[in-house]
T-cell receptor
Framework: AQTVTQSQPEMSVQEAETVTLSCTYD???????LFWYKQPPSRQMILVIR??????QNATENRFSVNFQKAAKSFSLKISDSQLGDAAMYFC????????????FGKGTKLSVKP | KAGVTQTPRYLIKTRGQQVTLSCSPI?????VSWYQQTPGQGLQFLFE???????NKGNFPGRFSGRQFSNSRSEMNVSTLELGDSALYLC????????????FGQGTRLTVV
């Protein structure tokens, strides 16, 4: 069975600084996708960034980028120039390829941003 | 374009009762998935519907059921509520099961007393 592990329950970063959230996963599949979702106090899960396993290039979305290490099964999220609005729960998620895959989430990391 | 709409936003029920939650996906989206979020177990997949058919099911007891209507709106039902069913129930929609990007609603907070 696939699993997703986030080893940092809480993280804190100073505004304008950079922070990295860790995520490891376990799978025997070769076709899969990895995601980082943000859940602010409003509770709505918002997709931050997505990585296809077959792509070697790390995904980037503005201030958000990932370090995808396929052999190590590691998928970390780097947030640059942190803003107060980045404060939220961040969830790493895995989905196998094909039409039957559902999202498998890690336990989440609560990110605080200090002004 | 309206997002995923879940109703009601909050619900308080008594142990033993049953409850029905509703999810209206983004217009044009035909795939709807449900997730349960609790502090202890985190986010867990309940089931997915596409074109009124359940395509995938998580590891939950039979008290949890769902359905999807021809307009893609989905409902989930929990019968014989237990205290442990207290959770945030999230719905996500995709235009098809092959699409990897899922859009979530704001959830329904269910409290069982």
């Amino acid at each position: 069975a696939q699993t997703v592990t986030q080893s940092q329950p809480e993280m804190s970063v100073q505004e304008a600084e950079t922070v990295t959230l860790s995520c490891t996963y376990d799978t025997s599949e070769s076709d899969y996708y990895l995601f980082w979702y943000k859940q602010p106090p409003s509770r709505q899960m918002i997709l931050v960034i997505r990585q296809e396993a077959y792509k070697q290039q790390n995904a980037t979305e503005n201030r958000f980028s990932v370090n995808f290490q396929k052999a190590a099964k590691s998928f970390s999220l780097k947030i640059s120039d942190s803003q107060l609005g980045d404060a939220a729960m961040y969830f790493c998620a895995y989905r196998r390829g094909g039409s039957q895959g559902n999202l498998i989430f890690g336990k989440g990391t609560k990110l605080s941003v200090k002004p | 374009k309206a997002g995923v709409t879940q109703t009601p936003r909050y619900l308080i029920k008594t142990r033993g009762q049953q409850v029905t939650l509703s999810c209206s996906p983004i217009s044009g989206h035909r795939s709807v998935s449900w997730y349960q979020q609790t502090p202890g177990q985190g986010l867990q997949f309940l089931f997915e519907y596409f074109s009124e058919t359940q395509r995938n099911k998580g590891n939950f007891p039979g008290r949890f059921s769902g359905r999807q209507f021809s307009n893609s709106r989905s409902e989930m039902n929990v019968s014989t509520l237990e205290l442990g069913d207290s959770a945030l129930y999230l719905c996500a929609s995709r235009d098809s099961p092959m699409n990897t990007e899922a859009f979530f609603g704001q959830g329904t907070r269910l409290t069982v007393v």
